[in-house]
């Protein structure tokens, strides 16, 4: 393998104000701050104002990756941005971002794999940069997954909530971005779904009438089994062992599923980004979130490996090995 990589230049991340606790959510459904503890290990989540958009998340997560790696917007070649929940049926959120960032002209577009999604925007940018056509990327995974949710439905409200987290990949004579491995089965896409959109079951969606619809055993039975699997392809891939790995920056979806991986890859739980008790579940912005805190409060630092992975509706799945 020969350059050029991709290296992450700077990471940032964004969580709206309004908090939203397991007790919050006792008011509204019958659950209990034990029983989602238990389940998910999640505590609370954050949740947009109503005058808050995907692309205003990503625009703060955006701000503070250029700031941490010394970019100005201007100098931005490639943004990507990884979301389920867009602002608009089009233009794309990128191309929002992008107007929001005040540059124009570089490719701007949106990678929609729910909660891989990042993991599948990391892969996309990290291929322009090898072809050497970008030298220069913001790679965004930005939701509000809280305008997804039927707030009567204590099976899933109590699992979500939204951020946003970004990166800034510039190109660079070493790794950087080992790879990543990416997958999708769509034979099930009804086990993790919203199953209405643009055109099929347009009316549901303008009625406000379309919610994730999840059924949660049989999805956490295949995440933790595929999950597995993902991480023994990828160090195979790059000829790594599990030794190798310093710190898992898996998805973020339950605390139970993380556990089952870091076992899987002998790592002990000081070495798991864990921010499910404080975001919840914010789907493609979870990964991006979750390793800008490590950054920041300086557990990650440069030169160590980090094995993030993914898994979501679709089912998609994946993950990517970095030398931060
Ligand atoms: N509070 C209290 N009780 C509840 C709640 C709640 N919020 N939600 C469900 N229950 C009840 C159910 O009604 C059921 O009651 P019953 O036995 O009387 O029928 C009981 O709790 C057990 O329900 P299960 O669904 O079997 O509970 P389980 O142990 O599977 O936990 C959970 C549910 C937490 C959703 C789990 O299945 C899970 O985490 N699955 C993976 C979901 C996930 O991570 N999805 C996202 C991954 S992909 C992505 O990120 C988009």
């Not at 993991?119 to 990327?137: D, P």
Request: hydrophobic share 40%; glycine share 8%; aromatic share 6%.
């Amino acid at each position: 393998m020969s350059g050029p990589y991709a290296r992450i230049a700077g990471t940032g991340s964004y969580l709206p104000e309004t908090v939203m606790t397991n007790h919050d959510l006792e008011l509204l459904v019958e659950t209990s701050d034990e029983w989602i503890t238990q389940r998910t290990g999640i505590k609370k989540r954050h949740i947009a104002g109503p005058h808050e958009s995907t692309s205003d998340l990503a625009l703060a997560a955006a701000r503070s990756a250029l700031a941490a790696a010394g970019r100005a917007a201007r100098e931005l070649d490639l943004i990507v941005v990884a979301t389920t929940t867009p602002d608009r049926v089009f233009p794309s959120t990128a191309c929002l971002l992008q107007e929001k960032l005040d540059v124009h002209g570089c490719p701007a577009f949106d990678v929609q794999a729910v909660c891989t999604g990042f993991v599948y925007a990391l892969g996309v940018a990290n291929n322009f940069i090898r072809a050497g056509q970008s030298a220069c990327a913001l790679v965004v995974g930005a939701e509000t997954l809280s305008r997804l949710i039927d707030w009567t439905d204590r099976s899933t409200c109590v699992l979500f909530g939204d951020g946003a987290g970004a990166v800034v990949l510039e190109a660079a004579t070493e790794p950087g971005l080992y790879s990543t491995q990416l997958h999708a089965d769509g034979s099930y896409a009804n086990l993790l779904t919203v199953p209405y959109g643009v055109s099929q079951g347009y009316d549901r969606v303008r009625q406000g009438d379309a919610f994730i619809e999840m059924r949660g055993n049989e999805v956490f039975r295949v995440a933790v089994n595929t999950l597995g699997r993902i991480v023994d392809e990828t160090l195979e891939h790059n000829g790594m062992s599990k030794e190798d790995v310093d710190w898992l920056v898996p998805h973020q979806a339950n605390h139970r599923i993380i556990e089952a991986t870091a076992r899987r890859l002998g790592l002990p739980m000081e070495r798991v980004v864990v921010t499910v008790d404080e975001h919840a579940n914010t789907s493609a912005a979870s990964i991006p979130l979750a390793l800008d805190v490590a950054v920041r409060d300086g557990r990650i630092r440069r030169g160590e490996l980090l094995l993030m992975e993914a898994f979501g509706g679709g089912f998609t799945w994946g993950s990517a090995l970095v030398r931060y």
